[in-house]
């Protein structure tokens, strides 16, 4: 018999998951900040993120730039539904940034996009960005 554990309400536990998902629960929904969940993990010298991102079209939805060393993803939400006596539509823009790790190198990005995730995957030298140890001199 599983048991349900009861969630957090109220300012705080939204203010929380702002920073989890980058949107309060109160705002979904609402077409002012679609969710894009990501994952990032360096695997085998790779920075590799993925972004859930279903329904859009990546050639022209979705932009990914790096700028220094922070990666962004962009994009834009249409969605549009006609019935018969009804019209709906949603729609938003959305990016999500993260740092690069040391050693990255920004020039060797390969993007996809293979059923509904933006997979980015970044080569990382990782003797580039091995820690150095400074020796300290007494005065």
Known sequence: MSKEVARPTGPLADMMEWFDTGVPRALRGLGLSPV???????KDNTYVLR?????????????VTVQGDV?????????????RNRQEFHYGSFHRSVTLPPGADPD??????TDGVLEVRVP?????SSAVTVPVKRS
Do not use: H, W
Request: charged share 45%; no cysteine; hydrophobic share 35%.
């Open 51 to 63: 972004a859930e991102m279903p329904g859009l079209d990546p050639d022209e939805d979705v932009a």
């Open 124 to 128: 990382v030298d990782t003797k580039q």
């Open 36 to 42: 894009v969940r990501v994952e990032d993990f360096v």
């Open 71 to 83: 990666l962004t993803i962009a994009g834009e939400r249409r969605e549009e539904k006609r019935e």
């Open 108 to 113: 060797q990005i390969d993007a996809s996009y």
